[in-house]
């Protein structure tokens, strides 16, 4: 009897954590494009989210003389566009960023735009944060290929060029 009385605080603190860890879920369409990891998703309900896509970071663009944007930002912002602007999707979200974004994964279908940027050189792994190894496969071919931002012989990752910024 007294293990069951220990067991079950320490059951209901893993079924919290198990609930807290899981996913959420977010459908709706692609009303606004930032750049080439962030997005705007409106909800049925007319929410509108703003999104950080997980595991990959994009090109940083333009913001204005003094703060220019990197190589390949306008073209990375546009792909992505290109893959999910308008289009209904299912944002599959980790977790909030320190921005108040929700860092998600963007499926169209069965696309994942996330990986979709990555494989088309339009972002580089998020190395920080990613945890699937298809990212860095798909990071390896376009790399070996010289697709998009691996065109330029020695890229920036976009987190050194955010460093190298605020200097």
Request: charged share 25%; net charge positive; proline share 5%.
């Amino acid at each position: 009897m007294i293990r069951l009385n220990i067991l079950s605080p320490l059951l209901l603190v893993l079924l919290c954590h198990v609930a807290i860890a899981a996913p959420s879920i977010l459908d709706g369409r692609v009303v606004g494009i930032q750049d080439g990891d962030t997005l705007t998703l409106i909800d049925a309900e007319s929410i509108q989210h703003r999104i950080r896509l997980a595991s990959i970071d994009a090109p940083e663009i333009s913001h204005g003389s003094k703060k220019p944007g990197q190589p390949f930002g306008q073209r990375s912002k546009q792909t992505l566009s290109d893959l999910v602007y308008g289009r209904e999707v299912r944002a599959v979200c980790e977790t909030d960023d320190k921005y108040g974004r929700k860092v998600c994964t963007i499926m169209v279908g069965s696309l994942n735009a996330n990986l979709e940027q990555v494989r088309l050189g339009m972002a580089m792994v998020y190395r920080k944060y990613a945890r699937d190894q298809a990212y860095f496969a798909a990071e390896g071919e376009a790399k070996e290929a010289r697709r998009g931002l691996w065109a330029d012989p020695n890229p920036i990752p976009p987190w050194e060029w955010r460093h190298r910024s605020k200097q």
